[in-house]
């Protein structure tokens, strides 16, 4: 390595003092009296410390991979479990009259939906898991091969760098993240009241059940001030709590996945798991009407109705008496929109955004000028007043922000999966964080500008729509939160 102070002179030595690669001009114009040494002796020196570094990562890494075989094993657990329990639901059954029928199938959805919660929950601590894992193993692997394969040159040159690494892994805590809980399922039972049977599951904890969500008065937001310190400030939220004690007429406990604004009275959700859309109305929480929609996932309303896209990458589109108008295939995501809006959009393949216009569908290309980063899975979407569109891809983790004519003039990235998107008047983006229960707010230049705390009333927020620049409301299944977010 050539000295870049002292032309046609090499690196040759390695000045303890400073730690620092040095030249023989080096060493009589810069370093005099320091404590200089060959190449070999310093590299044994430092090798013997990143061994006493890399000891305690070995362990570490050893206990993450048990952690994830744990996950592996919990996941088979409940599988197995819930196997055998449904099996013999169904042999205590056969003896039952006809009428039982309904109430088994009650039961074992109920029973689902606690393991559903539960695998969720495994999912994703073994995602957790098998991140920090692999950031150690690689960390780990490439210390051994520079130990092994890097001349006295390049590891010296590395030393500071490596050094700071193995440290910074060696702190982190891993006692919440490898500790995998294990689950045990409800029991279920037959009850027998005088002459008539009913079925019941008897629950662990009395904390299992999927209950409707309390309403509570506050919600806390960080706002960055001049000084860019962050402080508390109170948000005032709504929560639409008596939505399912009125909503009498699903065969199941709604669960809201999407969400949208009609007008200052009326909103539009998508209840999942009794596969819906409903209108319902703002001031008394009653559902106005309901439409039956295989797997609906995602709604968007316009200034002529409404649009939902369904399993199957379908979209269908009702007018506002929820009439079905017509139908597309082929569509990978939804772009939702502002209410007020003309326009219709979604993303059809990977290529190309399409926009419905009256009766005139218009078909723009997605292209990046740059070909630095393309769309490989969006998920969700949103079209901005001023005619731009936002798109979360779950691939890279980042949202994509591309013009009227189709360029890709902009990505924010995140550490998580980025999740549904509103906008306000100003073309500020409002983004679910589903991990952190969060939302978070950044502009069209990528700069973030706050955040919202969602965890006391809203806890991993589904969907978002904005209303006034003020009121977002937010779906996060069991519930529906209108919050301020100014």
Known sequence: IPCVKHEGENLRFFCETCEVLVCRDCIVLGHQNHKCLAPSDARKQMEDDLKSLMSPLEQKLKKYQLAKENVIYALKKIEIEQKAKS?????????MVESLIETKKTVDRELTQYVESKRDIL?????????????????????????RCGSDIE??????????????????????????EEIALPGID?????????????????????????GIQ?????????????????????????LTELDNNTDHMPYYTSVAWIDDDTIAV????????????????????????????????????????????MLHVFNSSFELQRSFSSVSTLLTGHSQSSDLC??????????????????????????????????????????????????????????????????????????????????????????????IIFSLSGESLRSVKLREIAPNPRSIALKNDQKALIANGKSIVEVDVQ
């Open 218 to 242: 506050g919600v806390a937001k960080d706002v960055k001030n001049d000084d860019n310190e962050t402080k508390e400030t109170n948000a005032y939220q709504d929560t639409f709590k008596t």
């Open 190 to 214: 037959i009850c027998k009241l005088g002459n008539i049977y009913k079925m019941e599951v008897k629950w662990n904890n009395e904390n299992d059940r999927f209950k409707p969500r309390k």
């Open 346 to 439: 979604w993303i059809s393949g990977l290529q190309k955004i399409c926009i419905l216009r009256d009766n005139d569908i218009k078909e723009i290309v997605i292209y990046d000028p740059n070909s630095e980063s393309k769309i490989s899975d969006p998920v969700f979407g949103h079209v901005l007043l001023n005619g731009m569109f936002a798109v979360s891809d779950w691939n890279t983790q980042c949202v994509f922000l591309i013009s009227r004519s189709g360029c890709i003039e902009k990505r924010k990235c995140f550490n998580s999966n980025p999740g549904s998107i509103s906008s306000d008047s100003n073309h500020n983006l409002y983004m679910c964080d589903f991990q952190r229960s969060q939302i």
């Open 270 to 313: 998508v209840d999942q798991r009794n596969q819906q859309l409903k209108l319902v109305s703002k001031g008394n929480n009653m559902v106005k009407m309901a439409v039956k929609v295989s797997n609906c996932i995602v709604i968007s309303s316009f200034n002529h109705g409404l649009a939902c896209r369904s399993g199957g990458d």
């Open 87 to 95: 099996e013999s639901l169904e042999k205590q059954l056969n003896v």
């Open 155 to 180: 590891i010296l040159s590395m030393k500071r760098e490596i050094e700071e690494r193995l440290s910074k892994l060696q702190s982190s805590k891993d006692t919440k993240i490898c500790s995998v």
């Open 123 to 147: 999912h994703q601590q073994g995602k957790l898991i098998e991140i920090e894992r692999k950031l150690l193993d690689e960390t780990y692997s490439f210390c051994t091969k520079l130990l």
